[in-house]
């Protein structure tokens, strides 16, 4: 009995162990709060979240991301504005994989706001 726990005690720290390897291979992700008809689209760089208001939408609009603006990027992300189109391009692909289940649907990157559209 006492070489099965050892056994799967050992085995369990390497299954412990996987995923936190295979997250730092890709540190970026995103993570959603939804309080309703509302919430928080987060951004995760490694350790570092930034998080940006998302609303549920109406019509063919399926919900919608605030995004700050060029001006305002830098202060509210701590991200330089060269960073921003890739940043927000990661955002918009990650967030209409976890969140839409269609494959016609489609995103639109505006000023302030990325659109999520099924059609």
């Known amino acids: 009995m006492g070489n099965t726990y050892i056994f799967w005690s050992v085995l369990q720290r390497f299954f412990v162990q996987k995923p936190e390897k295979e997250e730092s291979k890709n540190p ?4 959603f709060e939804n309080n309703g008809r509302s919430g928080y689209a987060i951004f995760w760089d490694g350790d570092k979240a930034t998080k940006f ?3 549920l939408g109406g019509g063919d609009c399926m ?8 001006n305002d990027w830098s202060s509210h992300t701590r991200y330089s504005l ?3 189109d890739e940043i927000l391009k990661f955002i918009a692909e990650e967030s209409l994989r ?3 289940n269609s ?3 489609y995103y639109k990157i505006e000023e302030e ?4 559209f099924q059609k």
Request: charged share 20%.
């Open 28 to 31: 970026k992700r995103m993570t």
């Open 63 to 70: 919900f919608f991301v605030n995004i700050p603006s060029q």
């Open 53 to 55: 208001y998302m609303e």
């Open 82 to 84: 060269n960073q921003r």
């Open 113 to 116: 706001w990325i659109s999520f």
């Open 98 to 100: 976890l969140q839409s």
């Open 103 to 105: 494959p016609e649907s």
